[in-house]
């Protein structure tokens, strides 16, 4: 944790003695998780998303008045001798040379490299947070990345860890082995206003995380994921005056041999939103016969200024609905940049926001800034 803390302590004050003309902004956020499960009441730290590697988060960002460059750093495990950092710094060549020329380009070209995990583009509206069209790399190492695009109409990404140094693990005793570098590449278009699709691959990619297997269809890393997805905005294209839309995505794991749909229908006011989320997984691998009917719907309600309420309800398999049902809700509060927030969860399978199955009442608190 010192060294987390004091690595994040350098980075600030560098950026503001430095740089002249820059915006901060982060988090911190960080609680704890009671869970009563067979009979038994745990307590442990519970961290930004619900995963005990991850109990407590913090973020920062710094960005230039113009937009030029950014860098942004996470801090994670704070509570744990075993936490780490992720940074990066991009860099946007197309808006430098606008900016020298004193003009404006609808022409991007970035540039970033860091620590990180990199994610590829993405269309999928993602209501649920179930993340099914996610693919990203799997190493945290320097990981360089290039970005294309012309406004809103197409952009295209690519990104590459070349690869750690690590000692054979084939028997050899030759140390200085070069693991597989990780490659992605994706495109995304939004040709009019309210539609948007998005295209990718990924060599020793990820689908989905290991910080987001909320269930039996979230998988690990894999040797190569095809994958696309659509958004179509129907109040924003019909021009409503409410929210209405439709989103599905589409994955290929080709070392595993498993493909995943999943397809969300959205909409709602400013006071009531809601979302139902489906998605199909089926194995044409050595496990053929398993095939998985997720499910989702949740409903968010801004009824008094500065308060959050939701609530949702789902299933790891619909066919199964009595063995891996959930249901929760959250209720927190935002004052002066801090939320308060209290979530109760009960999971009879696999749970959504938490680590275990069982009751979970989970208070915490987020600092914006």
Do not use: C
């Not at 054979?168 to 005793?173: A, L, P, Q």
């Not at 009595?322 to 004052?335: E, K």
Request: overall charge negative; glycine content about 12%.
């Amino acid at each position: 944790m010192k060294k987390i803390l004091t690595l994040l302590l350098v980075a600030i004050m560098a950026s503001a003695a430095v740089f002249a003309g820059v915006s901060f902004s982060g988090s911190f956020t960080a609680g704890y998780q009671a869970n009563y499960n067979n009979d038994e009441w745990t307590f442990h730290a519970y961290g930004d998303d619900g995963d005990d590697t991850e109990d407590g988060t913090l973020t920062l960002g710094i960005v230039d008045d113009n937009g030029i460059w950014s860098a942004n750093i996470k801090a994670i495990d704070l509570f744990d001798d075993s936490g780490d950092v992720d940074a990066s710094l991009s860099v946007n060549f197309a808006k430098a040379i606008a900016a020298a020329l004193n003009t404006e380009s609808p022409v991007d070209v970035s540039f970033s490299i860091g620590t990180h995990r990199y994610t590829t583009l993405r269309a999928y509206s993602n209501q649920a947070g179930n993340n099914w069209d996610r693919v990203r790399s799997v190493g945290q190492g320097y990981i360089t990345a290039l970005q294309v695009g012309y406004g809103d109409l197409i952009k295209v990404a690519a990104s590459i860890d070349p690869g750690t140094l690590s000692a054979s693990t084939d028997g050899t005793g030759v140390t200085g082995h070069k693991k597989s570098p990780d490659f992605t590449i994706s495109a995304l278009t939004k040709p009019v206003d309210g539609i948007a699709v998005s295209v990718d691959y990924a060599y020793n990619g990820e689908d989905k995380s290991d910080d987001a297997e909320k269930n039996a269809i979230g998988e690990k890393a894999t040797n190569g994921v095809f994958g696309a997805a659509a958004d179509f905005n129907i109040g924003t294209l019909a021009d409503l005056g409410f929210n209405l839309g439709v989103s599905v995505a589409e994955r290929y794991q080709i070392e595993d041999k498993y493909n995943v749909f999943a397809a969300t229908v959205y909409g709602g006011v400013d006071m009531v939103t809601a979302y139902a989320e489906y998605a199909l997984r089926t194995n044409a691998g050595e496990n053929s016969d398993e095939t998985y009917h997720y499910i989702h719907v949740g409903a968010d309600f801004a009824l008094v200024e500065n308060m959050n309420l939701d609530v949702y309800f789902g299933a790891d398999d619909i066919f199964s609905f009595a063995d891996t049902y959930h249901v929760g809700g959250n209720v927190g509060y935002r004052l002066a940049g801090v939320k308060y927030n209290l979530g109760i969860e009960y999971a009879k399978g696999g749970a959504y926001n938490y680590d275990n199955g069982g009751l979970s009442i989970v208070p915490s608190i987020s600092v914006s800034f």
